[in-house]
T-cell receptor, first 113, second 108 residues
């Protein structure tokens, strides 16, 4: 089972550049999430989606955009990259009900220079 | 506000027992998760508690007291591979609130 797949795994961006982190899941989960994790810190929710066509902001949405055109895909767009966006990004998915496990992708290491 | 507290770092000896505490203050409660995260990897699910009491999964035990806003993860017979960060997360009104994680260092 592929689970949650995100690409790229590593990327270096210059300040002001834009890019898209891709995320796809094959578990038919309705919920999908994007988190960032800074060194020694917990996971911060950027955006989440409860189903195709529905997205909502998390704790730290500024500088990011998302879309959810299908159940499987949930790309994260970084516009005008800034050094503060240097972080590890995790895509994740789950079913709706409480207690359902969240499954994470392997992470994308992004450095903005 | 919503808050989850756990120790930043703990050290234990191979073969011993360690308890990682987590206290929380959240607006809602639909359960508490523990995740394990090895360095450079994604978090993986360890346990879920929604009722008070102790849950066992092999060498790992997770305890919850909702009235005290308190949970702990107990690891027995520590192995070197248990060196990782342990993340506590509360499902609060269907959104997960994450603690910063406890880095567990295992010494031979």
């Amino acid at each position: 089972n592929a689970g949650v797949t995100q690409t790229p795994k590593f990327r270096i961006l210059k300040i002001g550049q834009s890019m898209t982190l891709q995320c796809t899941q094959d578990m038919n989960h309705n919920y999908m999430y994007w988190y960032r994790q800074d060194p020694g810190m917990g996971l911060k929710l950027i955006y989440y989606s409860v189903g195709a066509g529905i997205t909502d902001k998390g704790e730290v949405p500024n500088g990011y955009n998302v879309s959810r055109s299908t159940t499987e895909d949930f790309p994260l767009r970084l516009e005008l990259a800034a050094p503060s966006q240097t972080s590890v990004y995790f895509c994740a998915s789950s079913f709706r009900d409480p207690g359902n496990t969240i499954y994470f992708g392997e992470g994308s290491w992004l450095t903005v220079v | 506000g919503q808050n989850i507290d756990q120790p930043t770092e703990m050290t234990a000896t191979e073969g011993a027992i360690v308890q990682i505490n987590c206290t929380y203050q959240t607006s809602g409660f639909n359960g508490l998760f523990w995740y394990q995260q090895h360095a450079g990897e994604a978090p993986t699910f360890l346990s879920y508690n929604v009722l008070d009491g102790l849950e066992e999964k092999g060498r790992f035990f997770s305890f919850l007291s909702r009235s005290k806003g308190y949970s702990y993860l107990l690891l027995k017979e520590l192995q070197m591979k248990d060196s990782a960060s342990y993340l506590c997360a509360v499902d609060s009104n269907y959104q997960l609130i994450w603690g910063a994680g406890t880095k567990l260092i295992i010494k031979p």
